[in-house]
């Protein structure tokens, strides 16, 4: 199963893998029934790289830890490739709900690999360091922790702290609940997150120029002073501009919208919310 590597550049490397759509429910259980029937390799293939977006999400929640961001979307990747192969496409949820526990144990267990630790002989030990530092799900998710949990083995939990070594949530003291990482926050962001919002910010403007192109004259005309203006003009003063009804050119804003809409969420990237349009007014 070959993946994208990981280029010197979020960029490039975001370009890259914004090149496979993601899939319909009902294109992702066709696909998790092949593998997991037949091992269909291609099948598989195409599990990973539709959700290689979801990884860089999720890594991006740890870019504070002092890791390079690349190691932790290449350790997100290997969690991502390890759900596909233990996905049960038969329980009813869909694969990120699933996956999204995987790509978590990778990435919090190449941070501790990485943050002083050592190897401790208790399996109980080590499951119990695991699951401190497995997050909840979400409310909504279809998934019980039940499901994952029984299929975690040691391979993702061989590593324990030792006595020496000082949880930075740990209350400084038992009557205060202010703890260590309290004093280590820096209201700044941080260079690689300026850089990767830079990124991002680029990568949207440039999908939404493609997007703008795909409209007619007249379509875009009232995009750009409907939607996109700074102090937006109604619908009766672009009608009367262009010599239409009211009513006409609501009906033309609806489907360059639409027409947006699924141009914007061809090319979605899934770092964040697809980027939402300002509200229009009357």
Same mark, same amino acid.
């Given at each position: 199963?070959? +993946?994208?590597?990981?280029?010197?550049?979020?960029?490039?490397? +975001?370009?890259?893998?914004?090149?496979?759509?993601?899939?319909?429910?009902? #294109?992702?259980?066709?696909?998790?029934?092949?593998?997991? #029937?037949?091992?269909?390799?291609?099948?598989?293939? $195409? +599990?990973?790289?539709?959700?290689?977006?979801?990884?860089?999400?999720?890594?991006? #929640?740890?870019?504070?830890?002092?890791?390079?961001?690349?190691?932790?979307?290449?350790?997100?990747?290997?969690?991502?490739?390890?759900?596909?192969? @233990?996905? &049960?496409?038969?329980?009813?949820?869909?694969?990120?709900?699933?996956?999204?526990?995987?790509?978590?144990?990778?990435?919090?267990?190449?941070? +501790?690999r990485t943050r002083g630790l050592v190897r401790r002989g208790s399996k109980e030990l080590k499951k119990k360091l695991f699951y401190r530092n497995m997050p909840a799900l979400g409310q909504g998710c279809e998934a019980s922790g039940s499901d994952v949990r029984n299929e975690v083995t040691d391979e993702t939990s061989a590593w324990t702290i030792t006595?020496?070594?000082?949880?930075?949530? $740990?209350?400084?003291?038992?009557?205060?609940?202010? $703890?260590?990482?309290?004093?280590?926050?820096?209201? &700044?962001?941080?260079?690689?997150?300026?850089?990767?919002?830079?990124?991002?910010?680029?990568?949207? @403007?440039?999908?939404i120029t493609r997007a703008l192109a795909l409209l007619d004259e007249r379509e875009r005309f009232v995009i750009e002073n409907r939607v996109m203006a700074e102090k937006p003009r109604s619908l009766q003063r672009i009608g009367d501009e262009l010599g239409l009804t009211?009513?006409?050119?609501r009906q033309i804003e609806g489907t360059a919208l639409r027409k947006l809409q699924k141009a914007l969420s061809d090319s979605y990237v899934g770092l964040h919310s697809r980027p939402a349009l300002p509200a229009s007014v009357e």
């Open positions: 199963m070959s +993946l994208p590597v990981v280029s010197d550049s979020l960029q490039n490397y +975001l370009a890259e893998i914004n090149r496979f759509p993601i899939l319909s429910k009902e #294109e992702e259980f066709r696909l998790a029934v092949r593998y997991y #029937e037949k091992k269909d390799v291609d099948a598989a293939h $195409t +599990l990973v790289t539709s959700n290689l977006r979801f990884v860089v999400k999720v890594a991006l #929640e740890y870019r504070n830890y002092g890791v390079s961001l690349k190691d932790l979307i290449q350790e997100g990747n290997i969690g991502l490739m390890t759900a596909v192969k @233990k996905f &049960n496409p038969y329980k009813g949820y869909r694969l990120i709900t699933y996956a999204v526990w995987w790509i978590r144990s990778f990435i919090q267990d190449y941070i +501790l006595t020496n070594d000082l949880y930075l949530d $740990t209350p400084i003291s038992d009557d205060d609940m202010k $703890t260590h990482l309290d004093g280590l926050v820096d209201p &700044n962001a941080s260079q690689e997150e300026l850089v990767a919002e830079s990124e991002v910010e680029a990568i949207v @403007k440039r999908d009211r009513e006409r050119v």
